[in-house]
């Protein structure tokens, strides 16, 4: 292998900015020690290699340190010349360049610029706050993931969690949809979500966080399982549901009488996803007997236009959850 003993790469392993080095390097079969750095701790070597922008990647070979992911892939073709990179003509490497720079500034740039969400049609999670931008009348641009094959864009914005929906908004990553909604709703105050009094913030907050904690994944156990599992996992969905029904007791919405609010908007997978859970898991959990106030409540939230016409196709989510399904318990 070519390389040499004393070559160092300080990066993170989620950045796009990284793996261009690391193809790099790969592609021409050279050796390296691999150092990975944590930005919110920035080591003394990453200081002292990058001082101006203390960015990675910074590739170090001997004592001489070099930054840019760009200017690494030009340093590296010039100094291990087998199978090269980059054209010989000098035009062609000026195309080259041009267009490079291109990518980094107007693509990548552009994708992070004012407010977009990047997200997945089908997730109730996406979901929650495309309903919100909606009932403020807020304009998106919406970047459809593919979660199979996660795009560049998505990791970069999302290293730690890799999951959607993920907002940009003025080229900063916002993400988690509960702490979207909050930003959106602090952001943008027409149409409030939230109550304005403290004490019922941190009630919705925690009616919220046992939807998610507690029902979604005793129902997630539900849907993932079978035989026993399977039963001991609805018998906590049911409880969990219960529970929510006597929230809503005497109420027509979570968030009160007139409007849909914050709480809505977390519970809204239990008025559409959960039905296509339960047919593709095979188990049965909702009925209006047993939860009245929750039925009606579904009826109710699925009536309110923002909702009503941000909806996923009902075959869209079965292939989706049968396609899961199959995966986690496969027979
Ligand atoms: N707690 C997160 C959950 C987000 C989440 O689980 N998103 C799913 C899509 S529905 C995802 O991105 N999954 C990709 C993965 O797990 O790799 C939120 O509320 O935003």
Redesign the pocket.
Known sequence: MAGSADLKLLGTRQSMFLQRVVWALKLKGIEYEFIEEDLFNKSSMHLKSNPVQKTVPVLIRGQKPIPESKIILEYIDETWKERPNLPQDPLKRAYMRFWAKFIDERKIMAAVGNLKLLG?R?????Q?VVWALKLKGIEVEFIE?D?VN?SLLLLALNPV?????VLVHGGKPI????I?LEYIDETWKERRLFPQHPPERAYVRFWAAFI?DKLMEASKKAFASTGDDQVKAIKSTVEALQLLEEELHGKKFFGGDQEIGFLDIVAGWIAYWLQFIEEIGGFKVMDSTRFPCLDLWTKNFLQVPSIEQNLPPPDELRNVFSAIRMAMCPK
Do not use: A, W
């Open positions: 997945t089908h997730s109730m999670f996406t929650r993931e979660l996660k969690h890799k999951k959607v929906p993400i988690d949809s509960k979207i998610d």
